[in-house]
């Protein structure tokens, strides 16, 4: 059972512009909801985060939305550098279920100089 | 670098055999998590402990087991080894048992 889904295997951006990354959750309880980044060899580095009382959350080149009612959450890099280039993972979590990560399969990102 | 310290980075033993993992988590950090990463699971829960009591279980097996120790590092011991207990095993921490998790950068386990 997936709760967590990111259905675009991989994203092709061109330096500069808009990096758009998606990301479903199909249960409810879910009340926390991070972006990671990850490159080979490496462990998950954490980007973002946003609470379920919120709808928007950003830093500096990073801004997370989040639709409660879509179940639907979004990561916007821009713009978007060579360096952005790796794996990243939706996670979600929930405090009745002890605050464990339930990551999606996650989504390459290539930025293209 | 993200603070916290997993050892060894590579693992490489045979079935039936049993070994430990450790983790080191960041300066402060009293929640400890650890995840598998498998290449057709994806990144899965194993289990949570917060400061030396296991708070939540995720899918692990009866083989595994984890504790926390009064300095708060943790260990993961994995027994009876199978070929499909061969991923990477990461481990994670939290100032409290919420907020963002960061990742140590893993132990990759290969089991001949």
């Known amino acids: 059972d997936q709760q967590v889904k990111q259905n675009s295997p991989s994203l092709s951006v061109q330096e500069g512009r808009i990096s758009i990354l998606n990301c479903d959750y199909t249960?409810?309880?879910?009340?926390?909801f991070l972006w990671y980044k990850k490159y080979p060899a490496e462990g998950p580095t954490f980007l973002i985060s946003?609470?379920?009382?919120?709808d928007k959350n950003e830093d500096g080149r990073f801004t997370v939305f989040l639709n409660k009612s879509a179940k639907h959450l979004s990561l916007h890099i821009v713009p978007s550098q060579p360096g952005d280039s790796a794996v990243y993972f939706c996670?979600?979590?929930?405090?009745?279920?002890?605050?464990?990560?339930?990551f999606g399969a996650g989504t390459i990102l290539r930025v293209k100089s | 670098d993200s603070g916290v310290t997993q050892t060894p980075k590579h693992l490489i033993t045979a079935t039936g055999q049993r070994v430990t993992l450790r983790c080191s988590p960041r300066?402060?950090?009293?929640?400890v998590y650890w995840y598998q990463q498998s290449l057709d699971q994806g990144l899965q829960f194993l289990i949570q402990?917060?400061?030396?009591?296991?708070?939540a279980k995720g899918n692990i097996l009866e083989r595994f087991s984890a504790q926390q120790f009064p300095d708060l590092h943790s260990e993961l011991n994995l027994s009876s080894l199978e070929l499909g207990d061969s991923a990477l095993y990461f481990c994670?921490?939290?100032?409290?048992?919420?907020?963002?998790?960061?990742f140590g950068d893993g132990t990759r386990l290969s089991i001949l």
């Open positions: 994670a921490s939290s100032v409290i048992g919420s907020g963002p998790q960061h």
């Open positions: 249960n409810s309880m879910f009340d926390y």
């Open positions: 946003i609470s379920s009382i919120k």
């Open positions: 996670a979600a979590s929930a405090a009745e279920y002890g605050n464990k990560l339930v």
């Open positions: 300066s402060g950090d009293l929640s």
């Open positions: 402990y917060y400061n030396g009591e296991e708070r």
